[in-house]
């Protein structure tokens, strides 16, 4: 999540009470390459920082090499600046398991197989069952459990039309947003438009029911099922008037403690947003198509909720983001142009419903480029989804921008020794979810202009994510062989338990934490729990990471 509050970073007791490791990612032989392998058609490089000039891969328990390679190099890697050897074994398509042999080196086993992203597809979709708000979790999978939390959320902040402050708004559920207990629409809305495009992309490879949340088995897609629990508790953040309030959250940072132990109880429900209005109709008018075959009521609800945020956001003066002290203890998630939000929920809005001034409204607003998918600016999903249902000109527009955009990220990519989308000065607050972002719109440009190239390269950035990178470390908690293992996340100081499936931020040159190096690129982070501003999670990480996940998983 989003933070600017400094004492964010406090040492709370019962950090050191469970002696986090803190230390930076051991390097295998200063040898990089993705921890859980290879799919047989992906991409397979490894990258080395010490000069390299053959390498040669055996199946493990052979002495005959299977593949000869000749390793290229120096190259100046533009997002770490510093100068590494690359191998290239993509030809290399049988599956099995190997090992990497450079000089008197031994690597491995690397593994080839169709299935290596099914596991972690299903623990990064089941991490949101884990950060569940408003109620009592005993799992028996990862042995997380606490009683029901926040069950008294919350009290009005300040006084509006409807309500005086202090008066109690229910807002109980939906889930906590990251490493902290807060909740906050604007993430929650690109989180779950996110997982519902891999919904309507890849129906197959999401329809499990029974990836072991408490609803599986009930004959409807747990991800559905999922969302669903972030949905109903976004209906609750809309006023009367339509506008949505923007956040809840306490008035200072709550200590390493169990949810329901949270001493900023009650907490508090911040002002109307214009920025978060407008990101509510979008989700919640894309979420009624989705819901429509499976529950006509539930549809029904959220498309008057998404036509009446948007009344709200033509007719009401422009709300400001909460500032100042209303910052002090939650994200502030704040955004100082809406003029994106209203595009992407106008063109959701006129999919759904068919009437024509939300079709003008966005044909008159069509975004200059394309950006990343975030909780800044989510229309890169409403280009996709207008330029695919029509043909138009403002179509036509729209699909140019993102394989423009897409064309740009594979160059970036050729100037990386990782083959990664982003240049040194580019790592900023939560770089791995940027990346993650890239590598969608990389995946939907494909749909438009079937170039491999854009598929090669939306691999490259989850492999990246997996251990392809300068740091060797997997930074999603307990996949890989070296994983993220002290990550700024309450859930784990007071618990004991490392929630797995939740990929932290990353690499971060402002180093507002004061923990990770600054100004290092892809080598500006820690794997230490006080590092909230490189070793958080956030829901809306995890989302680019799970579409990610599933697009590999489908091909």
């Known amino acids: 999540m989003f933070k600017t509050n400094k004492n964010h970073c406090l040492l709370f007791a019962i950090v050191m009470l469970l002696s986090l490791t803190s230390s930076f990612a051991a390097q295998s032989d200063n040898v990089y390459l993705s921890q859980l392998g290879f799919q047989p058609h992906e991409p397979k490089i490894f990258v080395t920082s010490e000069e390299a000039k053959s390498f040669k891969i055996y199946p493990v328990g052979s002495k005959r090499a299977i593949f000869r390679g000749k390793a290229i190099g120096p190259i100046l890697d533009s997002s770490s600046g510093n100068d590494y050897w690359r191998g290239d074994f993509s030809a290399l398509k049988k599956p099995g398991v190997y090992n990497l042999v450079i000089g008197k080196k031994t690597i491995g086993p690397i593994k080839i197989a169709d ?52 008066d109690e708004v229910d807002t109980v559920g939906g889930w906590h947003d990251a490493g902290d207990y807060g909740k906050y629409i604007s993430p929650a809305g690109i989180s779950v438009s996110v997982m519902l495009m891999a919904h309507e992309l890849y129906p197959q490879t999401v329809a499990s029911d029974h990836i072991g949340i408490p609803e599986s088995g009930n004959g409807i897609p747990d991800l559905l099922d999922e969302l669903r629990w972030k949905l ?17 959250g306490g008035h200072v940072w709550p200590g390493g403690v169990l949810p329901e132990d949270d001493p900023m109880t009650p907490r508090y429900v911040y002002g109307v947003s214009t920025s978060a209005t407008a990101k509510f109709a979008a ?81 008159a607003n069509i975004p200059s480029s394309c950006e990343n998918p975030g909780w800044i600016d989510g229309s890169a999903l409403a280009l996709f989804h207008y330029a695919t249902l029509y043909d138009d000109e403002a179509a036509q527009t729209m699909r140019n921008s993102i394989v423009n955009r897409a064309k740009n990220l594979v160059y970036k ?6 083959g990664i989308t982003l240049n040194q000065d580019e790592f900023e607050w939560a770089s791995n979810k940027t990346l993650m972002g890239w590598s969608i719109v990389l995946n939907l440009a494909h749909r ?67 923990i990770e190096p600054k100004n290092m690129g892809a080598l500006s982070y820690i794997d230490d729990s006080r590092s909230y501003s490189s070793n958080e999670y956030a829901i809306d990480y995890n989302a680019n990471l799970f579409f990610v996940l599933v697009a590999a998983n489908s091909r």
């Open 413 to 418: 990519s050729s100037t990386s020794a990782f």
């Open 232 to 248: 109903q508790w976004m209906l609750k953040m809309q006023r009367p008037d339509g506008g949505v309030y923007h956040k809840i």
């Open 448 to 514: 438009f202009d079937p170039n491999h190239e854009y598929l090669r390269v939306a691999d490259l950035q989850l492999h990246y994510i997996f251990g392809q990178n300068p740091m060797d470390i997997s930074y999603v908690t307990g996949i890989g062989t070296n994983y993220v293992r002290a990550p700024h996340q309450r859930l784990h100081w007071s618990t004991g338990i490392l929630p797995p499936g939740q990929m932290s931020g990353g690499p971060n040159n402002k180093a507002q934490s004061g």
């Open 115 to 166: 299935n290596i992203w099914q596991s972690p597809q299903r623990l990064v979709l089941r991490s949101y069952y884990l950060q569940r708000c408003g109620v009592r979790l005993d799992d028996p999978e990862t042995k997380i459990a606490h009683e029901a939390c926040h069950l008294d959320d919350g009290i009005l902040r300040h006084d509006d039309p409807f309500n005086q402050e202090d």
């Open 283 to 363: 989700t919640l008018a894309y979420a009624a198509r989705i819901y429509e075959p499976l529950d006509r009521a539930f549809s029904e609800e959220m498309q008057r909720a998404a036509e009446k945020a948007w009344e709200f956001i033509v007719n009401a003066p422009f709300h400001t983001d909460p500032m100042g002290q209303d910052n002090n203890g939650s994200g502030q998630y704040g955004d100082k142009s809406t003029r994106d939000d209203q595009f992407w929920a106008a063109v959701e809005l006129f999919i759904t419903t068919g009437k024509t001034n939300y079709q003008e409204y966005a044909i």
